[in-house]
């Protein structure tokens, strides 16, 4: 079974400029999370999406971040226009919905580099 | 709102010593616990969990955790650690009923010979 995949593992953008991070969750999967990662801190929720609908996403800075889950799967996240505070890893994780007793399976991140 | 609390942002210890890592939430419902590590340049992965009956939880790799209810605490203990255990250990709760997953700082673990 594949696990969470997201591309790309590494981008580096001038400040200003838009980015977009793309991740497929695990194939039965409902539940997809956004997480944020600073260097040395844990992950902050930025948006969680049950099938198609975005149910938490109160931490999303909505002013430049968007994120879509058009078809209920694979999900992308947009930062436009970036800032140098914005460089950080970007986790994309899923689990089955429905029970909450299961584990967030993680994709690899996005590293973010904004100069 | 829940939270979770690790107490060490990190934790050096020699090889073959004995580590505690510490984590207490907050949440007066049942909950779900979670320990997740992380090496260096990768993506978080499942240790051990916490989800209902014995309330002391292992992994294959020797590392246990013990739910304590009137404590709130998830601490995560492993008698015996090697170089290979350096990472990055969080702690991350689920209340029951909800799908939200929070997670504490991080304790970074270092192994030293």
């Known amino acids: 079974e594949a696990g969470v995949v997201q591309s790309p593992r590494y981008k580096i953008i001038e400040k200003k400029q838009p980015v977009a991070f793309w991740c497929n969750p695990i194939s039965g999967h409902n539940t997809l999370y956004w997480y944020l990662q600073n260097l040395g801190q844990g992950p902050e929720l930025l948006i969680r999406y049950e099938n198609e609908e975005a149910v938490d996403d109160s931490q999303l800075p909505k002013d430049r971040f ?41 994709g690899q991140g996005t590293r973010l580099t904004v100069v | 709102a829940q939270s979770v609390t690790q107490l060490d942002s990190q934790v050096p210890v020699f090889e073959e010593a004995p580590v505690e890592l510490r984590c207490n939430y907050s ?11 992380q090496y260096p340049n990768q ?13 002391l939880v292992e992994s294959i790799n020797g590392f246990e955790a013990e739910f304590n209810k009137s404590q709130t605490s998830f601490h995560l203990r492993k008698p015996s650690v090697h170089i290979s255990d350096t990472a990055e250990y969080f702690c991350a709760v689920k209340e029951g009923g909800s799908e939200k997953l929070v997670f504490g700082k991080g304790t970074k673990l270092t192994v030293n010979p």
Request: a neutral charge; charged letters at 15%.
């Open chain 2, 27 to 37: 949440s007066s419902v049942s909950v779900y616990l979670f320990w997740y590590v």
């Open chain 1, 66 to 106: 968007s994120a879509e889950r058009l078809k209920g799967v694979d999900s992308t996240l947009k930062i436009q226009p970036a800032e140098l505070g914005d460089s950080a890893v970007y986790l994309c994780a899923s689990s089955r919905s429905g029970t909450a007793n299961t584990e967030a399976f993680f």
């Open chain 2, 43 to 55: 993506g978080l992965q499942l240790l051990l969990k916490y989800l209902s009956g014995s309330t």
